[in-house]
């Protein structure tokens, strides 16, 4: 009778480049769908692990510790140095559109009394304020901040 074969043995040293480029493109897949970027590192590195079994005769256990150290590497480079980088930078205005009113010009639509008076922003008017002296109707002005729906605004500065 002969001895039952290790079926993850058998496994193991069946794989090759294919499987590996396979494994890197199903990883990558997965890295759009969450967007993590923890996924995108041991796909990188499977697909290394392809590109290297394709060129050089590996055998399966070094394949299997390069795909390891690549992983290991890449998950730490990139956790470290890219992940701040691609965080970085301007704050998003998706979520905060009375960001995107701040600077725009506007004209003053009705006289201000006591620093509150009405602006045309496009084809809206708006509540504003300001601090200044009150603006008359026609006056440019830019928005400064935004609270709640009035728009603070100030004269706009002479050249």
Request: proline letters at 5%; hydrophobic letters at 50%.
């Amino acid at each position: 009778m002969e001895p039952d074969s290790n079926i993850l043995l058998t496994f193991l040293e069946s794989f090759r480049a294919t499987h590996w480029g396979l494994l890197g493109i199903g990883l990558v897949g997965l890295e759009l769908v969450t967007g993590t970027t923890y996924i995108l590192w041991p796909a990188i590195a499977a697909l290394v692990v392809a590109v290297l079994a394709f060129i050089l005769p590996l055998s399966w256990e070094l394949q299997f510790i390069l795909f390891a150290l690549l992983t290991g590497i890449l998950l730490v480079v990139g956790h470290l140095y890219l992940r701040p980088i691609m965080k970085s930078g301007e704050p998003s205005d998706i979520n905060d559109p009375s960001r995107t009113l701040q600077g725009r010009r506007v004209l003053a639509f009705t006289d201000f009394e006591n620093g509150e008076g009405r602006v045309t922003l496009g084809d809206t008017q708006w509540k504003a304020s300001t601090d200044s002296d009150d603006p008359k109707i026609g006056d440019a002005l830019v928005i400064t901040s935004v609270t709640g729906a009035t728009l603070i605004v100030q004269p706009v500065a002479k050249a």
